[in-house]
Structure formats: structure tokens, C-alpha cells
T-cell receptor, first 114, second 114 residues
Framework: AQSVTQLGSHVSVSEGALVLLRCNYS??????LFWYVQYPNQGLQLLLK??????LVKGINGFEAEFKKSETSFHLTKPSAHMSDAAEYFC????????????FGKGITLSVRP | NAGVMQNPRHLVRRRGQEARLRCSPM?????VYWYRQLPEEGLKFMVY????????ESGMPKERFSAEFPKEGPSILRIQQVVRGDSAAYFC????????????FGPGTRLLVL
């Protein structure tokens, strides 16, 4: 069975600082990997995904993530935080191939200090 | 192209009543997924449906919960005889019939059981 670990529940950074949100997965074969963002009282918006090819994936709003098979990780980064980045971030995995369910981590709340 | 639509956005029920949640997928999407988000937890998969078929219901509680996606009309998640523990946000996602395994989420229905 797949699982996703997001260490910590809350990260706080200063505006302009580096954002690093960690995600590790457990799966018998490398899965598809996703990062979603959720703003208060809203649904989830896809930030980026990795399915195949280049392991460094660029997403919306200046975010990127790197798939590292040897570390079973898919950490999310952004060079410079903006106040509007304050939200909850979820890492998720799914089986490769046909449409299948997403398995989510517990999420990390990102706060951005002025 | 309208996104995934869910209604109602908020639903209040008393214990023992029925809750009916609706989800209209994005145009051209024939796959629907339901997830539940409990307070302080990530999203948990409930059920995956295609038109008139349940593909994976491994996350559905054995009793009181049912889902359908008829040939015409929205997908329905039905909870009978609701209990306080059913209070949660219920999200629907849809994906196209083929391709890149990306699920697009609706804004959710927030169910409160009194």
C-alpha cells in the first residue's frame, strides 16, 4: 500500500525567504507524484505533478519540486515566498497508468510573515 | 470551461437525517472521485466512479454511505442516518477518460451534523 509522509504540520517563513515543504512516499514502484494547494474554505488546486521524464518539475506560482527516487522524496520549493502563498499544501501519490485514487499526506500549513 | 461543481457548498443535518451531495464533473470528464477531509487530517479516498459503474469503493464505509454516477446528471454521494462523526468536508474530483492522470477538484461540500 502506498503512503505519504509530510513531516510537521506547520511551516512559517518570512516574505522573500525560501520555501521548502518536504514529502516522502512509500510505494513498491515509483508512483505518480502531485502537490496540491488548498486555500481556506476552497477546493484543491494542482500546483505540479511528476509522471515521467525530467525529475525537476516546474509548477504554477513559481513552485517547483524534484523527484528523487533514491530518497523516495518529492520536496516542494519556491525561492522567494509571497504573502499570497499562505495556504495548506498537500503531497499526493497515485499508481502509474490508468486512472486511480490519490493517496494524500496530512498536509502542511504554510504561514508567511511580513 | 467550467470547473468541477459541487452543491450544496454547506449542508447542515441533524443526526439521523440523510445527506445528499452532488458533483458535476468538468466537461468531457467521465471519471469522478470522492474524498473526505476530516478536521486536522488530509484527504481520504472514498470512491471512484465512471458513468454507471463503481470502479473502486475501497474507501467507502461499509454502512450508510453510497455513491452513484448515472448516465445523465451529476454524481451523488449519499449518507443515510448521519452521525456527528460524518461532519467533514467532502470533495469531488474529476479526470478525463485518458491521459495524464490529473484530478481536478471541486470546492467541496462542508457537512455539519448537529
Amino acid at each position: 500500500a502506498q503512503s505519504v509522509t509530510q513531516l510537521g504540520s506547520h511551516v512559517s517563513v518570512s516574505e522573500g525567504a525560501l520555501v521548502l515543504l518536504r514529502c516522502n512516499y512509500s510505494s513498491s514502484v515509483p508512483p505518480y507524484l502531485f502537490w496540491y494547494v488548498q486555500y481556506p474554505n476552497q477546493g484543491l488546486q494542482l500546483l505540479l505533478k511528476y509522471t515521467t521524464g525530467a525529475t525537476l518539475v516546474k509548477g504554477i506560482n513559481g513552485f517547483e519540486a524534484e523527484f528523487k527516487k533514491s530518497e523516495t522524496s518529492f520536496h516542494l520549493t519556491k525561492p522567494s515566498a509571497h504573502m499570497s502563498d499562505a495556504a495548506e499544501y498537500f503531497c499526493a501519490v497515485s499508481d502509474r497508468g490508468a486512472n486511480s485514487k490519490l493517496t494524500f499526506g496530512k498536509g502542511i500549513t504554510l504561514s508567511v510573515r511580513p | 470551461n467550467a470547473g468541477v461543481m459541487q452543491n450544496p457548498r454547506h449542508l447542515v443535518r441533524r443526526r439521523g437525517q440523510e445527506a445528499r451531495l452532488r458533483c458535476s464533473p468538468m466537461k468531457g470528464h467521465s471519471h469522478v472521485y470522492w474524498y473526505r477531509q476530516l478536521p486536522e487530517e488530509g484527504l481520504k479516498f472514498m470512491v471512484y466512479l465512471q458513468k454507471e459503474n463503481i470502479i473502486d469503493e475501497s474507501g467507502m464505509p461499509k454502512e450508510r454511505f453510497s455513491a452513484e454516477f448515472p448516465k445523465e446528471g451529476p454524481s451523488i454521494l449519499r449518507i443515510q442516518q448521519v452521525v456527528r462523526g460524518d461532519s467533514a468536508a467532502y470533495f469531488c474530483a474529476s479526470s478525463p477518460p485518458r491521459g495524464m492522470q490529473t484530478q481536478y477538484f471541486g470546492p467541496g461540500t462542508r457537512l455539519l451534523v448537529l
